[in-house]
Structure formats: C-alpha cells, structure tokens
C-alpha cells in the first residue's frame, strides 16, 4: 500500500476526501475549525510537491440543494487556515466541476460544492463516483470523521484509481493511534467509558474487554450497573432492560482478567437542574426523588490513581453531566489525572463527540497525545469495525 510520501505530486491534481463537517452559527462562520486544521498537512505536502488540490466534502444531511448547508459558508475559513487563496465552484460533477478542475494550476485550491447536494452520494451510487473520479489524478481519503460511510466520494471512488490512492497524513494519523490502543498499547491499558446509556456502548465493551487491563465505567451508564447489582439508585438514569447484559459484562470482565471500576459515591441532585440541591452519597444509597449527576471525591480519587498507573488510557465519554457546571468536576478531575499520566508519558487517546468536547472545553486538547476527530467513526472503531472509507484505500 503506498502512503502519501510515496506520491509526487508535481503537476498532479490531487482529488482529496476532507471531512469539513464544521460546525456554523445563525451567521454561517464556522465555530470549530478543527477539522479544518487537522487537514491542514495533506493539503501543504500537495501544494508543496507542486501540485494542486481539488477538495470534497460534504455539510450537514442536506435534503437535495440547501443554501444553508453550502460550502461556499467555510471557503474563506479554509483559505484562512491554509493560508492560499481558495476557488469555490457551485456543483461537485459535471461540467462546470470539470472545467474548474482543468482550469487548476500547481499551487491552487479548489473547493467542490457539498457532495451531498446530490442523494447518488450517500447510496454510494457508482456512476456518481465514475464522475467524481475525473476530478484527480490521485485520490487521497482524508476524511476520518467519514471513514465509517460507503459513501460514493469515501469509499466507491477509491476503485478508480487502483494504483493512484493513499490516505491522508490525518487518516493515518487516526489510524495508528487507535491501533496504538487496541494492538500495540504498552500495558497497563486503560478505557475510561462514561456517556449517558449503556446500550450506545455495549458492543464497544465487549470488544475491548479482550484488549485492556482496567476498565472505568462512569456517566449515566453506572446506574443500569448499579442497580442490577442490587443497589438503590433513587432516580438516576437507568436501562432497565440492560441491567442483565451489565452483569454479563461484569462476569466476562472477570474471566478475561479485566478490572472494572465503578463510581463508588456520586455528586447527586434533587433535579436536572445546575441550580439543584445536592449532595454527595454512596452510589448504591440514593434515595427517590435524588439523582446521581457526577462522580463523587471518593470515585475521583481511586480513578485518578487507576489512570495515573496506567500506560495507555483510552477516553470515550464524559463522567457526568459536564453540560452544567455544577456536575462537571467528575469529568475535569479526570481530564487532570489523564493529563499527568501523559506528561508521565502514558499515550492517551480521546473519542467520541462528547469527550471531545469537554476535553476542548476544559482544555486538555494540547494536554493529551491524540484527539480524534470522528465522532461515529472513532465509535465504530473501538467496536473493531473496519469502516469502508478505509477499507476501500487497503483494497
Ligand atoms: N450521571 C448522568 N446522568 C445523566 N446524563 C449523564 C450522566 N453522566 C453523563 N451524562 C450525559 O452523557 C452525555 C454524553 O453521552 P454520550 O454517550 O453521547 O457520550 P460520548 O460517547 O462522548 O459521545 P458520542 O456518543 O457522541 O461519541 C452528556 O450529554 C452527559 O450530560
Ligand atoms: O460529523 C460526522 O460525524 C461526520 O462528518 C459524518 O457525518 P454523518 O453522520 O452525517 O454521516
């Protein structure tokens, strides 16, 4: 397979998946530019080589042609971010995307209308990706954050260019740290997994329950494990229909040798609300009418020791409700210990879309090794899926 610094790319056009799925206010500027730096790298080794660029990506989940979810919107970011001034064109096939391409010269940027304008790309429909692949001489996938879609531009274009395809300095870059976790993590290995519901996590346990150590279950998830334990969680969030899988997770964990460890007290509240009474209480003596909405000091301190003994340390969702201040202590307390446990030189990835939040809300984003930017895509490869948009480059 060859990467990216095994193409030359002078007076090539390279045609270059990205996932700039960014976030915009009421006034279309883009609030997260992430995404955009992080494709940052591909893009310069291109122009570098003496080669220009011609990027797609899609918006939102447009029904048909929507202006509001136009990438005409972020073309003055992305030329912001790359420091090159960037062409726009209104289609992402056809004529017109055709002549803008051949127009291109070495060092120039063109950016592609939102491939989702048209339905033939989320069906992964093959002559919409014949079209697509007249737009490059090299198809360069990019775009981790939509690596888990067989979509038409991620996955079915790739198979046009069976000599001329590589991932992108980010794709791979998402690649080896996952694979840092789940193949090559120096033990003890760690997974930190908090978020709301148990049932959104369940497939992911069971897959890394044969790779890691040490298992840290936090959230809302702690109350279907605590009560199928026989343990009063008042009004906390509870699955009830999954209280029988917990104690099988509880039982496989065991005979793989895995340590899981629950929250032993919680920060709870008389309401969902950041203006609540609260109060701290062991996490099986909750009574009706309360609810668990943070990890307790207790949970806090043997977590930090956990992490702090640890070499890899996966994060996948937050301890509690971090949303509201009042409830956020659990989840910055844990940012804390990952961070020293970095600086001690633990590797440490962050996934998912709420940890990654909080982690750049708190800011711990320079703090800790590596922060993914797929969302669903950093989920279903934790689940040990191999996603499509991937698989289509290895093919
Ligand atoms: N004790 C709790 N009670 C209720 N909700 C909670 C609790 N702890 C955390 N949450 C909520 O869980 C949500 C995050 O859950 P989710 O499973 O979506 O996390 P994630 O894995 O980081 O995100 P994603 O699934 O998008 O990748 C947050 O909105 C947070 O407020
Ligand atoms: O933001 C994301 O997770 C990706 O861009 C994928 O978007 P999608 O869920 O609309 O396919």
Same mark, same amino acid.
């Given at each position: 397979?060859?990467?990216?610094? $095994?193409?030359?790319?002078?007076?090539?056009k390279a045609l270059i998946r990205?996932?700039?799925?960014?976030?915009?206010?009421?006034?279309?500027?883009?609030?997260?530019?992430?995404?955009?730096?992080?494709?940052?790298?591909?893009?310069?080794?291109?122009?570098?080589?003496?080669?220009?660029?011609v990027?797609m990506?899609?918006?939102?989940?447009?029904?048909?042609?929507?202006?509001?979810?136009?990438?005409?919107?972020?073309?003055? &970011?992305?030329? #912001?971010?790359?420091?090159?001034?960037?062409?726009?064109?209104?289609?992402?096939?056809?004529?017109?995307?055709?002549?803008?391409?051949?127009?291109?010269?070495?060092? &120039?940027?063109?950016?592609?209308?939102?491939?989702?304008?048209?339905?033939? &790309?989320?069906?992964?429909?093959?002559?919409?990706? &014949?079209?697509l692949s *007249?737009l490059g001489d090299i198809y360069v996938?990019?775009?981790?954050?939509?690596?888990?879609?067989?979509?038409?531009?991620?996955?079915?274009v790739?198979?046009?260019f069976?000599? #001329?395809?590589?991932?992108?300095?980010?794709?791979?870059?998402?690649?080896?740290?996952?694979?840092?976790?789940?193949?090559?993590?120096?033990?003890?290995?760690?997974?930190?997994?908090?978020?709301?519901?148990?049932?959104?996590?369940?497939?992911?346990?069971? #897959?890394?329950? $044969?790779?890691?150590?040490?298992?840290?279950?936090?959230?809302?998830?702690?109350?279907?494990?605590?009560?199928?334990?026989?343990?009063?969680?008042?009004?906390?969030?509870?699955? $009830?229909? *999954?209280?029988?899988?917990?104690?099988?997770?509880?039982?496989?964990? *065991?005979?793989?040798?895995?340590?899981?460890?629950?929250?032993?007290?919680?920060?709870?509240? #008389?309401?969902?609300?950041?203006?609540? $009474?609260?109060?701290?209480?062991?996490?099986?003596?909750?009574?009706?009418?309360?609810?668990?909405?943070?990890?307790?000091?207790?949970?806090?301190?043997?977590?930090?020791?956990?992490?702090?003994?640890?070499?890899?340390?996966?994060?996948?969702?937050?301890?509690?409700?971090?949303?509201?201040?009042?409830?956020?202590?659990?989840?910055?307390?844990?940012?804390?210990?990952?961070?020293?446990?970095?600086?001690?030189?633990?590797?440490?990835?962050?996934?998912?879309?709420?940890?990654?939040?909080?982690?750049?809300?708190?800011?711990?984003?320079?703090?800790?090794?590596?922060?993914?930017?797929?969302?669903?895509?950093?989920?279903?490869?934790?689940?040990?899926?191999?996603?499509?948009?991937?698989?289509?480059?290895?093919?």
């Open positions: 397979m060859k990467t990216l610094n $095994d193409f030359d790319f002078n007076n090539k990205v996932d700039f799925n960014v976030p915009l206010d009421e006034d279309f500027k883009v609030t997260d530019n992430t995404r955009i730096v992080s494709a940052k790298p591909t893009i310069i080794k291109i122009l570098e080589d003496g080669g220009s660029c990027l990506s899609h918006l939102g989940r447009p029904k048909g042609v929507q202006d509001q979810f136009s990438l005409k919107h972020i073309s003055e &970011e992305v030329s #912001n971010v790359l420091g090159v001034a960037v062409k726009t064109v209104s289609d992402c096939v056809g004529k017109e995307a055709e002549a803008a391409v051949e127009a291109l010269q070495p060092g &120039e940027v063109l950016l592609l209308e939102n491939l989702r304008f048209y339905s033939e &790309e989320t069906a992964g429909d093959e002559k919409f990706a &014949e079209q *007249k996938n990019d775009a981790f954050g939509t690596a888990h879609r067989a979509h038409a531009s991620t996955t079915i790739a198979k046009f069976p000599e #001329n395809k590589c991932f992108g300095y980010l794709l791979a870059q998402e690649i080896e740290s996952i694979q840092k976790v789940m193949e090559t993590g120096e033990k003890p290995i760690l997974a930190v997994l908090g978020g709301a519901k148990v049932s959104s996590k369940i497939t992911i346990i069971e #897959n890394i329950l $044969d790779k890691v150590d040490h298992l840290i279950i936090g959230g809302g998830m702690t109350f279907t494990f605590i009560k199928a334990q026989g343990g009063k969680i008042g009004d906390s969030i509870c699955e $009830d229909d *999954k209280m029988e899988l917990a104690l099988e997770i509880l039982k496989q964990a *065991k005979a793989k040798n895995v340590q899981v460890h629950l929250p032993v007290d919680v920060l709870a509240a #008389n309401a969902f609300s950041n203006d609540a $009474d609260t109060k701290v209480l062991d996490v099986t003596e909750i009574p009706d009418g309360w609810q668990g909405l943070d990890a307790g000091p207790k949970s806090i301190e043997n977590f930090n020791k956990v992490v702090l003994e640890s070499k890899t340390i996966l994060w996948n969702g937050p301890l509690g409700v971090f949303e509201l201040p009042t409830f956020a202590n659990g989840t910055i307390a844990l940012g804390n210990s990952i961070a020293e446990a970095t600086k001690n030189g633990a590797f440490s990835l962050v996934g998912g879309g709420d940890s990654v939040a909080a982690v750049k809300q708190f800011g711990f984003e320079k703090k800790v090794s590596y922060v993914s930017t797929g969302g669903g895509a950093m989920l279903e490869s934790l689940e040990g899926k191999t996603l499509p948009g991937i698989a289509a480059i290895l093919d």
